[in-house]
């Protein structure tokens, strides 16, 4: 066999092992879907085993869980979680992580300690007295409790004394010379050369609010002031053994987030992969 | 003499601004990070009254209990085996995977999406599908291979339900650092090999994982930490009732327990206090393989 023929079934094999892994990790999402259309009796069918959903797709399965778990409701207290925690992350860790990247002041040694010290931590260690905070506040199960947590953060904090370290010092300094106050060089001249790690962190912090279960279930409990991931795992438990509506939940909440996903995967894909494993 | 604070007005000026920019995050990490530490550390020490009210310090109660609740090295060690196998396993698929896409080819970018699909869904979605394909009678998982094994609810079967899962979860991730790592990699290391004659194996083990040990270091260690903190899949995948729970629990799972469905909030301080513990010990213990193993360029 010549080298080239070599190189091609070299080639076609790794294809096949590849096209065989994307498959595995297709399906659970295929029978999701697919369950998610079927009739209760066609999901849990013996005999015949039904592996497309027979005759009309049951969309009621959707409009059902839709209507008794207020989706809408559920998508709005997560959007406006993610998008408050996104804007709060990004505008303190982006002057918090400048100054400690950029500027010289006494007791910045010890100032970061606070920040590396919250990264060194496992998070769980926070959350009963975060807990006991927003319960002592009266505020369980509003949107301020779900923001709560996520209003500032020592990861992005992190992630921008580094971004703004490795800026050239020169662009800065002229501008300087030119009479521009700390606040001008840091907002019109160094941020914008920063949108590589703004838009991992927004998309990180948007992921990590979206994905959390724990938190919204212990401060919001009604149904109605949750979010989605908290709010499937009561879906779970109500609809039991009900498959297709079960699915078609799971469906509905990750839907939207994986649209996105494939419209900005490069932008994803980076992100992610900047957080260190905390997603 | 004595250095000055601020040896000049610019000086002065730069702190000023200095300390208003990190005055938003520092008090909110003193609010939400830093006394949230020592109140959870006081109230290990308390005795949590009804509903979860009037603590009341109780000395080393919480942990005089701990040294005896038979939970919690279960716990451990379902969290611990867990950790291990989940990583291990993921890891090494991932390796195959990334050597395998790396190289010229137009469908890389459409694997990597694919493969990384799990990362952006919330965990809550995955772990229903995944319980929906494992159900005894009607899974189709029993289907595909005719029996009729009861995946989630068996002992012996659970955990290894909740570590596929996890195992399926975090391909893509590893993956796409794994697959970063080896494009770092200059292409005159293999020819080198090839020259003096190595085979592919002989080169994916004397060039490759050396070349590629930060990496590996890296995700091993961030994947070790994390699989510590497991949660969301034994509590969506297990029935809290069942019997398998037992054998799939994490240590996060019972400070859960504790803290929020009992109500238990000095115990569940201790626990948290306690994983903390073990999870700065594996880090230790891991840091110290580094220098064995590890080539930094």
């Not at chain 1, 005999?47 to 998508?75: C, K």
């Not at chain 2, 599908?129 to 595909?144: P, T």
Request: glycine residues 6%; aromatic residues 14%.
């Amino acid at each position: 066999m010549g080298y080239k023929a070599k190189q091609k079934l070299n080639a076609g094999i790794v294809h096949i092992v590849l096209i065989i892994g994307a498959i595995g990790m297709l399906a659970p999402f295929l029978w999701m879907v697919l369950t998610a259309f079927k009739s209760k009796s066609q999901a849990i069918s013996v005999d015949p085993f039904y592996f497309l959903p027979q005759g009309a797709w049951h969309f009621e399965n959707f409009t059902e869980v839709w209507n008794s778990y207020n989706f809408l409701r559920l998508y709005i207290n997560t959007l406006i979680m993610m998008a408050l925690r996104v804007l709060s992350a990004l505008l303190t860790a982006t002057m918090c992580g400048y100054a400690f990247g950029r500027l010289e002041f006494p007791g910045k040694k010890a100032l970061f300690s606070i920040v590396l010290l919250q990264m060194m931590v496992p998070s769980q260690i926070f959350i009963i007295p975060q807990y006991l905070m927003v319960s002592k506040m009266h505020l369980l199960n509003t949107q301020f409790a779900l923001v709560f947590p996520g209003v500032v953060t020592a990861f992005g904090t992190y992630l921008f004394k580094q971004a703004f370290q490795s800026l050239p010092r020169e662009m800065e300094e002229a501008a300087e010379l030119d009479g521009c106050s700390v606040f001008q060089r840091f907002s019109l001249i160094m941020l914008p050369l920063t949108r590589s790690a703004l838009v991992s962190l927004g998309i990180f912090t948007a992921l990590f609010a979206y994905k959390d279960m724990m938190w919204p279930m212990i401060v919001a409990s009604d149904p109605s002031k949750t979010t989605l991931s908290a709010a499937l795992a009561k879906l779970q438990g109500q609809f039991g053994s009900n498959y297709p509506q079960i699915m078609a939940g799971a469906l509905m909440a990750i839907i939207p987030m994986m649209v996105i996903y494939l419209i900005f995967q490069k932008q994803f894909i980076e992100g992610i992969a900047t957080s260190g494993g905390k997603l | 003499m004595k250095k000055k604070l601020f040896p000049s007005p610019r000086a002065w000026k730069e702190a000023k601004a200095a300390y208003l920019f990190v005055a938003p995050t520092l008090i909110g990490l003193l609010i939400l990070n830093f006394y949230p530490i020592i109140s959870t550390f006081y109230l290990s020490f308390c005795k949590t009254g009804d509903f979860g009210l009037n603590n009341t310090f109780a000395g080393l109660v919480n942990y005089a209990r701990l040294i005896r609740d038979p939970d919690i090295p279960q716990s451990l060690l379902n969290t611990f085996r867990y950790a291990l196998v989940q990583v291990s396993f993921s890891i090494s698929l991932s390796l195959v995977l990334a050597v395998l896409v790396n190289r010229k080819m137009r469908a890389v970018s459409v694997y990597r999406t694919i493969y990384f699909l799990p990362m952006i869904c919330a965990p809550a979605a995955i772990a229903m599908v995944w319980r929906w394909m494992f159900n005894s009678d009607f899974g189709l998982l029993n289907k595909l291979l005719g029996t009729h094994i009861s995946w989630t609810t068996n002992p012996n079967t659970a955990w290894l339900c909740v570590a596929v899962v996890g195992i399926w979860s975090s391909l893509g991730y590893n993956m796409v650092l794994l697959l970063g790592g080896l494009q770092d990699i200059p292409k005159d290391y293999y020819e080198a090999a090839a020259i003096d004659g190595a085979s592919g194996i002989d080169a994916f083990f004397h060039v490759t994982i050396p070349l590629l040990s930060p990496t590996l270091f890296f995700i091993i260690q961030t994947g070790i930490i994390g699989a510590l903190q497991l949660f969301d899949l034994p509590y969506m995948i297990i029935d809290e009732s069942s019997r398998a729970m037992g054998t799939v629990k994490s240590v996060t799972y019972l400070f859960y327990q504790h803290s929020f469905m009992k109500g238990e909030r000095g115990y569940g301080s201790a626990i948290v206090i306690f994983m903390m513990l073990v999870i700065a010990l594996i880090t230790w213990l891991i840091q110290r393989t580094e220098k064995r193993w590890v080539h930094y360029n």
